[in-house]
C-alpha cells in the first residue's frame, strides 16, 4: 500500500505542479528512511533472513526512488539520466533475483525451520514476560521493605513488627493495633 501511495505521490508531479517534485521526493524518501530505521531497530519479521530480505529490499526500492529523481525536470543532464536509467535496471534486476533466490529459498527449506524458528521465539517471549514479572515483585518488595525500615527509623512503629502485604501489626502490651496504615512523600512515586 505504502508503495502505491509513493507511485501516486509521483505521478502527479506533472505540468505546473512539478515545482512540488522536489517536495515530493523528499517526503517518499524519509518515510522509507524512517522504515529502514524501523526495521533495523524493531526487526518485526519472524526470523533473522527474513529481516534481512525486507531491509535489502526495502533499500534497493529507496535507491530506486532517488534515482527516479533524476528523471524529473530538476535534472536536464542527459547524461545523468542515462547514468541513472542504468543503475535503476541494476537494482531491479538484482531486486528480482533476490526475490526468486528468497523464494527458493522458503521452497527448499520449507515451512517446517519457519514454524520451529517460530516456536523458539514465543518461547522466548514467555520466558521474558515471566522474568519481567518476577523482577517487578521483587522491585516491589524491596520498596515494601525499604519503607519498613524507614518507619522503624523514625520510630512510627515498633522493631518487633510483622508485616503482611503492607499492612503492620503490632503488640503494644495486651492489645493489638492492626493495620496500621501509613504514608510518606515516597509512597507516591
Known sequence: MRRIIYAYLISISDGPSAQYAFLQFTLIITFSILYILYLLQFRPYISGSMNYYVQFM?????????????FTDASPQFPLKKAAAWIVVILLVLMISIFVGYALYFIIKGGRNLKEVHRKLKEQRKINRE??????????????KRREQRLIALGAIPENSTTQGGLFSASAGNRWVDDFHYSTSEDED
Open 58 to 70: 526495502e533499500t534497493n526500492f529507496l535507491l530506486i526512488c532517488i534515482m527516479s529523481y533524476f
Open 131 to 144: 522474568d519481567l514479572m518476577r523482577k517487578e515483585r521483587d522491585e516491589e518488595e524491596k520498596k515494601r
